[in-house]
């Protein structure tokens, strides 16, 4: 069926000429009668309650926030550029990209897990504002930031391991930091959560650490890190360091 058969949709508040719209992009059918398009996606705030198409792999960004989506249907599966889907009352990633280049946020929906996310994420990913219970789906590398703040977590298990940029974690029900992410590459922001301690702070961190507890013991904590860091590090026949001093 060609793909600009339907060529109008139902909109909330009026009509969405799909083909007229089509005609001011670059793009490309293929075979499969998914739609490539050579530069950025705009569909945001358009009230769209389905997508015009199915896309397939674009050049630059895509943004479908502000929609009454509540789905994913016809997302492209490549999108080079940067993905956004806030504030579309989201209960399911299920058919998102499986690559993004740059970052992905889908924050301010209704989401209770990660399942479907996609498989790579070049830069950031942000998620925050939902309902998530657990991170499981999460990919493990970003370069950019991990930002999951206002959610109901209790663990960060199956989150990053390795952040380029910032971690944010605030605002959730955590009691323990074990399953943080082991590097991150900036700031890491952990207040307003359960945490009873600072033990299983990470290993390292390029930036600071914001938590509800003294920046004396922040610090401490900080260079305990770093030292579990350097003790394993170390060859057996390489002589401990003293460390007893930053469990005062």
């Known amino acids: 069926m060609d793909p600009l058969t339907n ?10 000429d799909a083909q007229a719209w089509l ?24 009230g769209l309650t389905q997508l015009p198409f199915k896309f397939g792999k674009i050049t630059g960004d895509f943004d479908l926030s502000y929609t009454p989506l509540n789905n994913l249907e ?32 889908c924050i301010h929906n209704k989401l209770l897990t990660l399942e479907y996310c996609p498989e790579y994420i070049g830069m950031s990913f942000s998620c925050g504002y939902n309902y998530l219970r657990t991170l499981k789906g999460c990919p493990r590398y970003f370069n950019g930031g991990f930002y999951c703040q206002k959610n109901k977590l209790t663990t960060l298990e199956y989150g990053p391991s390795k952040v380029g940029e910032h971690y ?27 945490l009873t301690s ?22 401490k904590a900080i260079e305990a890190a770093k ?16 460390v007893s001093d930053i469990f005062d």
Request: glycine residues 10%.
């Open 168 to 194: 944010i974690c605030t605002h959730n029900r955590l009691k323990t930091l074990g399953h943080c992410a082991r590097v991150i590459g900036e700031d890491l922001e952990c207040y307003n959560n359960h």
């Open 74 to 105: 016809g997302c492209p599966e490549n999108i080079e550029g940067d993905f956004m889907c806030d504030f579309i009352g989201l209960k399911s990633l299920k058919g998102s990209p499986k690559r993004i280049g740059g970052s992905f946020t």
């Open 23 to 46: 005609s001011k992009q670059k793009y490309t059918i293929n075979p499969d009668e998914t739609i490539d398009i050579d530069g950025d996606v705009d569909l945001s705030n358009l």
């Open 227 to 242: 030292n579990r860091k350097y003790i394993r590090t170390l060859s057996h026949d390489d002589e401990m360091p003293d």
């Open 7 to 16: 060529i109008y949709l139902e909109t909330v508040g009026r009509a969405f």
């Open 198 to 219: 600072l033990d299983d702070l990470p290993e390292h961190i390029g930036g600071l650490v914001y938590a509800d507890f003294p920046d004396e013991y922040i610090n």
